[in-house]
């Protein structure tokens, strides 16, 4: 028997999970993915890696989680350059 998992339920225990962790935002798996996403980004992940990561069929689907602060890019070019 496969295991199902509604929204309500995730969004429930990941709210949970969240108070135990003394987060005060609202977290919810939608914020834990953009969270991972970003993280990924700020280290270094290829695009196209993340986006089979997130299973989006458009690698613009993916670009939204290219929204770097200025201290980002300014760091990036300092890297880079």
Do not use: C, F
Request: positive net charge; charged residues 20%.
């Amino acid at each position: 028997m496969p295991l199902y998992l509604d929204e309500i339920y995730l969004n429930a225990t990941t709210s949970e999970i969240a108070n135990k962790a003394h987060i005060a935002r609202k977290v919810s798996p939608h914020v834990l993915r953009h969270t991972l996403s970003v993280s990924a980004i700020q280290k270094g992940i290829s695009l196209p890696a993340l986006q089979r990561l997130l299973g989006h069929d458009h690698l613009t689907t993916t670009q939204i989680y290219l929204n770097l602060s200025p201290e980002d890019v300014i760091r990036e070019y300092r890297e880079k350059w």
